[in-house]
Nanobody, 119 residues
């Protein structure tokens, strides 16, 4: 069983910054991709950013240039630096990992961390 735990959410004013963190623990074989989705109130969950084991990154158009994803392979962790936040970024942010373990290959999700952008 693999667990993902997020941290770093909170309340921030428009134009501000936050840094989200997510760490995976448990019986991990290999982690291929780590990333973030978000779900705003009343909306579907949407992709935000991802980073592969080789360091390749991908971003949603809505966050490209404002958010930066990074990964610490030694710590099985992923980070999301969010700058120039606006109210449309308000959502619960979920970390995920595409990984393999003794149970095979699957995607594990965190419980989410809430980000509120408001004055």
């Amino acid at each position: 069983q693999v667990q993902l735990v997020e941290s770093g959410g909170g309340l921030v004013q428009p134009g501000g910054s936050l840094r989200l963190s997510c760490a995976a623990s448990g019986s991990i074989g290999s982690i291929y991709v780590m990333g973030w989705f978000r779900q705003a109130p009343g909306k579907q969950r949407e992709f935000v950013a991802a980073v592969t084991s080789s360091g390749g990154t991908n971003y949603a158009d809505s966050v490209r240039g404002r958010f930066t994803i990074s990964r610490d392979k030694a710590k099985n962790a992923v980070y999301l630096q969010m700058n120039s936040l606006n109210p449309e970024d308000t959502a619960v942010y979920y970390c995920y990992a595409d990984l393999s373990s003794g149970s095979g290959r699957y995607t594990s999700w965190g419980q989410g961390t809430k980000v509120t952008v408001s004055s």
